[in-house]
């Protein structure tokens, strides 16, 4: 066998082992997620639910906005209806991040986006997120982090 197929064969064992490490992290359960917002007046901070279901390298959760831990000021006009909103999401596992895409479980509330999270941990997970905010009706971005419950 030549140097140059052991040396392949080799790096494909060490990266599948990585790969395998990566994909064992277990991210079931309940979340703390705290969120980073920039605003035009000034930068709003604020922590929802979440739940985490995981299969494999695939999740599925939801994040529910309590309105008791978002500002009174930043409350969106739609969420001061209702106790609580909730937003569903779905990701996938892959080289110790965890990417994900979410919306708004009611069609009349135009929410929707895309985060990505760097796995620190099976208690901790830190990232970016960028979507449409339904009050401001732009784009909008942030910081995640997300803590076990």
């Not at 596992?93 to 069609?107: C, F, M, V």
């Not at 985060?115 to 970016?128: M, P, T, V």
């Amino acid at each position: 066998m030549s140097k140059v197929r052991v040396l392949t064969i080799t790096l494909m064992l060490c990266c599948s082992f990585f790969t395998y490490g990566q994909t064992k992290v277990d991210l079931n359960g309940k979340w703390i997620v705290t969120v980073k917002q920039p605003t035009d007046d000034k930068p709003v901070e604020y922590s929802i639910e979440a739940e985490i279901k995981q299969i494999g390298t695939n999740i599925i959760g939801v994040f529910n906005f309590d309105l008791n831990r978002i500002p009174v000021d930043f409350q969106q006009e739609n969420m001061k209806n209702n106790q609580s909103q909730l937003i569903n999401f779905t990701g996938t596992i892959a080289n110790g991040l965890l990417r994900l895409d979410y919306q708004n479980e009611d069609p009349e509330i135009p929410q929707f986006g895309s985060g990505l999270l760097s796995i620190k941990s099976a208690r901790h997970l830190s990232g970016r997120f960028l979507g449409f905010g339904p009050e401001t009706r732009e784009i909008v971005s942030g910081d995640m982090t997300f803590d076990r419950k």
